[in-house]
């Protein structure tokens, strides 16, 4: 039987940094991803708020 | 002694200046081992005060004839190292230039101390892993001293100098200067050019002064911003409006309400009114602070933060890393909303010469170094106005249940420095003094 595909959390952190070619110790990868749900619901609420350009 | 009143006492001969700068050295040399303000003095005070004798005989205008200042460690001072309490910058060479700010302050006959610690780089929070150890607020021993100009403020606080020079991105002049019962004061951004200082987001970032009262940092600001202060204003007739719905999306403690509610009762007995400043997206300002200020110090320090990350402490690292995470139409609708916030904010002054609020939610808490990533939001009251770019000040107000000082925040139009100050000096005069802080640290 398939085992259901597994998503690593740390991921988008770890690419976003690796964009700009940075590397950072395991604790700060663990910290930024757990930021990323106040993050996504900060972008939100200022798309929202935007006036469109 | 107000810093005019001294001043005006050395350019008479009454007091010599390299005698007033060497009791501040003595304070320093007292207090510093255990508020740990001032990280670097400078070499040069007896030069300094040579060449301040030899411009008083010469009848130059010296309105700071001979006061002593530290500089925050993050703005340039000629003959000083500017390190910003960080590895990244531990071995800088002296600087060769001022930053303008203290170019105009040592015209008017100032004498620049040495150097204030700060929070790395500005930014993060205290931490007992940057090069210099995390200042003490003198109001109580183990207390925060708020950030990130601490240095600057605990210098002042304590009696190491008589005043200072701040920089305030989302409050790290008036935080420092509330928590440490001080007056702190933001200038309108752009009206002190930022030469010579060491970035944290540059639409954000401006240089200010932190005194004992406003009517001290109504002087400076006068010189660093090269314009003339106003004239004095009477709290009868004047219009203060609180943003109430800022207070409600992030209360105060009780006390400080209270101390709001004290603050504005005694200003209505001396004529003032006080309403309600109309602030509908209150909720939206410090959402959209974050996003520009992450963004901008994430663009300045990224490829510092690729090449030397382990020159940062945890905190600053991952603050500046956050930006990486802000994707770029992000930050294009944060800087399109932030103009429909500031003509939001421009209109809460309709009825309004200044806003009234307390500067920080509560009175400073205990350094805890354990808790570095989850302490309370200190400043919700402060960012909003930095987002706008316009002038704000703190005052000391009253204290707070552990006997540490309550700052009120008072905020003018855009551009509208030199009036805010004045206002705030009449305010000031109003409201009961704080007092000083014991010296424990003797």
């Known amino acids: ?53 | 002694m107000t810093l005019a009143e001294t001043a005006a006492a050395i350019a008479a001969g009454r007091l010599d200046p390299a005698a007033l700068a060497n009791t501040y050295l003595a304070r320093i040399a007292q207090a510093n081992l255990r508020l740990h303000a001032m990280a670097a003095l400078a070499p040069t005070l007896e030069a300094q005060a040579k060449t301040l004798r030899t411009r008083i005989a010469r009848g130059d205008h010296l309105p700071l004839a001979g006061i002593p200042i530290a500089v925050k460690d993050a703005f340039d001072a000629a003959g000083l190292p500017t390190t910003a309490n960080a590895s990244l910058y531990a071995h800088a060479a002296p600087a060769t230039h001022d930053t303008p700010a203290v170019a105009r302050l040592r015209q008017a006959g100032a004498i620049i101390l040495g150097k204030a610690t700060c929070w790395e780089m500005s930014v993060g929070g205290p931490s007992d892993a940057s090069p210099q150890p995390p200042a003490i607020n003198p109001w109580a021993p183990g207390a925060d001293p708020g950030g990130s100009s601490n240095g600057s403020a605990v210098a002042v606080a304590s009696g190491m100098a008589m005043a200072a020079l701040g920089g305030d991105t989302g409050g790290s002049i008036r935080l420092p200067a509330s928590f440490c019962g001080l007056a702190g004061f933001k200038p309108t951004h752009g009206k002190i050019p930022l030469q010579g200082a060491i970035p944290f987001a540059e639409s954000l970032d401006v240089i200010g002064p932190l005194a004992r009262t406003a009517d001290d940092c109504a002087l400076l600001h006068a010189i660093m911003a090269a314009e003339p202060p106003h004239p004095p204003i009477s709290l009868h007739g004047l219009r203060l409006a609180i943003p109430h719905a800022l207070l409600r999306h992030s209360p105060p403690t009780a006390a400080m309400a209270e101390a709001l509610a004290e603050a504005c009762a005694t200003l209505e007995r001396h004529g003032a009114t006080i309403a309600e400043a109309p602030l509908p997206s209150a909720a939206l300002f410090n959402a959209c602070y974050f996003l520009i200020a992450r963004s901008e110090a994430f663009a300045l320090w990224r490829h510092a933060l690729a090449a030397t990350p382990d020159k940062f402490n945890p905190l600053t690292r991952r603050s500046f890393a956050i930006g990486a995470m802000i994707p770029p139409e992000a930050l294009a609708n944060a800087t399109r909303l932030r103009i429909t916030l500031q003509t939001e904010l421009d209109a809460a002054f309709a009825h309004a010469d200044a806003l009234i609020l307390p500067t920080t939610p509560d009175e400073a808490a205990d350094l805890d170094f354990t808790t570095a990533f989850s302490r309370p939001d200190t400043a919700p009251y402060t960012r909003p106005f930095s987002l706008a770019g316009v002038p704000a000040i703190s005052i000391p107000c009253a204290l707070g249940p552990r006997g540490r000082p309550l700052g009120l925040q008072l905020v003018g139009r855009h551009g509208d420095d030199a009036r805010l100050l004045a206002l705030a000096t009449a305010i000031e005069q109003a409201l009961p003094q704080i007092g000083s802080p014991k010296e424990w640290w003797t």
């Open chain 1, 1 to 53: 039987m398939e085992s259901p595909p597994t998503t690593d959390p740390t991921e988008p952190v770890r690419a976003a940094l690796a964009r700009a070619g940075i590397t950072l110790p395991p604790e700060d990868i663990a910290f930024l991803t757990a930021q990323q749900e106040m993050l996504a619901r900060t972008i939100e609420a200022v798309s929202k708020a935007a006036p469109r350009p």
